[in-house]
């Protein structure tokens, strides 16, 4: 690695006072607020809202609702991802699998809540299909839909991943020292991937106990923890010292979830070498796994279905005659265009800097010997840590009676503060990766570092950074949590008019509405797929030039 450079100092500087101000700052103030009353600094605030029985009622139902989700979404993404990494399902189906997977990523969650309405209500779609209602929807069965739906592909992606550095030959071995299936299963399988199957159950477990747009719309009477927040920050008389409380006990299971996955360590471990092998054929196992994984893509798939018809119809369910009507109201609407317009300039403005600032920090972390970088990742576990309504509360509490009170501005830097982790992991984990004596070569050269970061490591790491713009660009589009609390009237986005329209049952509009971010995002997925692609076979060309020379 390179001696340490003052345009790296610099941008370590510039990072930190970032972070600070907009993440570490907020969160100070969130905090001190929590305990700000007219007598002073006391326990007050706390004592009022754990004491208020309608509040305790609600963390309830947000613990057992958020327990049932990340029991269920780690239990079928599980299922999913040995599906696709330890049978011999037709492969076609294998890629669907991975495909569908991701769509509901591509929506905000409020949406779930509508689609849900209108596949499982009295007068839904399925219920007509199959001529009676199934369950109330509105509660906690719509919550728990909703939540597995919202947090299997995040659940998903993560075992997908993790089942890539097993070491299959492990399983032959175990077959031939005699175990049976179940007991091979478990020690082959199950065992190295606990650490993974833990991770899940937290990451699903938090995503539902924090998520503010799936209960907006299908919560009903059923409190949950979000829904409390909302109506105390928002409500006819906001009370900010209570809703900080509130906030501040949102973070106590993500603090809990941490404390679980250190607890998990213990037992990952290492394989020397992954070696894969080719699956013996299993009818029974296979045909079974096929069709389970099947039934999951196809009641994911049937939910959202009605989102796809019911704007095209003139007034579903009663009047299905096809029209165009819904749509171009929508885009004759100078309001609900502008909203569009709003989002995606957010999006891209997010994705930008957001990549620009994690690509940053993963260098100055992993390529510099800069003094203190690994307060770089303590940013990113906290990041990781907190729930983006209470992000969102946060800079609402600190910035209100500034200048960046109801700008993009301030919308842009909790979206890129919000997602950090994420990105900066994929950026961190491509640069360690790299030779480490390219900037040391580079300034043997004469390049400076910044000129060999450009000319040798961006180059080397173009696909990393085309997933971390999608990631941003993608999570910016759907989110409600974190911006909840800081749109205006101008600064709307699709994702909070949602809300809004909500109010005056205009579904039409909201279905449009969720198409136009689900195109949306779906273009953007597709370009950066391509564009990534286009990538690896342009270093397959020079590495062959490589071998032939």
């Known amino acids: 690695m390179p001696n340490v450079r003052p345009e790296m100092r610099v941008g370590y500087i510039l990072l930190i006072f970032l972070f600070a101000g907009f993440l570490l700052l907020p969160l100070t103030a969130l905090l001190i607020r929590s305990f700000e009353t007219s007598s002073g600094f006391n326990l007050s605030n706390y004592l009022v809202v754990l004491l208020n029985k309608e509040m305790m009622n609600s963390i309830g139902n947000s613990f057992k609702v958020s327990s049932a989700t990340a029991v269920i979404t780690t239990i079928l993404a599980f299922t999913l991802a040995y599906s696709i990494n330890c049978t011999r399902i037709y492969q076609p189906l294998k890629r669907v699998m991975g495909t569908v997977m991701i769509l509901p990523m591509l929506l905000p969650t409020i949406t779930y809540g509508f689609a849900i309405m209108y596949s499982f209500g009295n007068q839904g779609l399925l219920t007509k299909i199959f001529g009676k209602g199934f369950f109330e929807i509105y509660g906690f069965n719509g919550l728990l839909i909703g939540y597995v739906i919202y947090t299997l592909p995040a659940a998903f992606l993560l075992i997908n991943n993790s089942f890539k550095y097993i070491d299959k030959k492990f399983i032959v071995v175990s077959k031939l020292m005699g175990d049976g299936a179940v ?21 699903s477990f938090i995503l539902s106990f924090t998520d503010f747009g799936i209960p907006a719309s299908v919560g009903g009477t059923y409190s949950v923890v979000s829904t409390q927040l909302y109506q105390v920050m928002l409500g006819s008389i906001p009370d900010f010292n209570h809703g900080a409380v509130i906030a501040v006990l949102m973070l106590l299971p993500a603090v809990l979830g941490i404390f679980l996955l250190y607890f998990l360590e213990k037992f990952n471990f290492q394989y020397e070498k992954i070696t894969d092998i080719e699956w013996s054929k299993n009818t029974y196992r296979d045909t079974f796994l096929a069709i389970i994984s099947s039934l999951i893509l196809l009641g994911m798939l049937s939910i959202f279905a009605v989102m796809f018809i019911a704007p095209f119809l003139n007034s579903f369910p009663y009047n299905l005659t096809f029209t165009f009507k819904h749509i171009s109201a929508v885009l ?111 300034e043997l050269l004469g390049d400076s570092w910044i000129k060999t970061i450009y000319r040798v490591i961006l180059p080397n790491s173009v696909s990393t950074v085309i997933e971390m713009f999608s990631y941003y660009f993608i999570n910016s589009m759907v989110t409600i949590s974190g911006v909840i609390f800081l749109v205006t009237a101008q600064t709307s986005l699709v994702a909070s008019k949602i809300k809004e329209l909500q109010h005056f049952a205009k579904f039409n509009e909201i279905f449009v509405l969720s198409l136009l971010i689900f195109f949306t995002n779906l273009l953007m997925k597709l370009l950066c797929d391509y564009l990534q692609k286009r990538k690896a076979v342009h270093v397959k060309k020079i590495d062959r030039k490589r071998e032939a020379a």
């Open 183 to 203: 007991r091979s299963f478990a020690n082959t399988i199950v065992r190295p991937l606990i650490g993974t199957l833990g991770g899940a159950f937290v990451l």
């Open 332 to 442: 004759q609407s100078s309001d609900l265009v502008a909203v569009y317009k709003n989002s995606v300039a957010v999006a891209s403005l997010t994705a930008i800097a957001g990549t620009v600032i994690a690509y940053s920090s993963a260098i100055l972390n992993v390529r510099t010997r800069l003094k203190g970088r690994s307060a770089i990742d303590i940013i990113s576990m906290i990041t990781n840590t907190v729930p983006g309504m209470v992000l969102g509360l946060s800079y609402l509490l600190l910035f209100n009676g500034s200048s960046l009170k109801g700008t993009f501005i301030i919308i842009i830097l909790c979206n890129i503060v919000h997602y950090f982790t994420t990105p900066y992991l994929m950026a961190k984990n491509s640069l360690s990766k790299m030779n480490r004596s390219w900037e040391t070569t580079g």
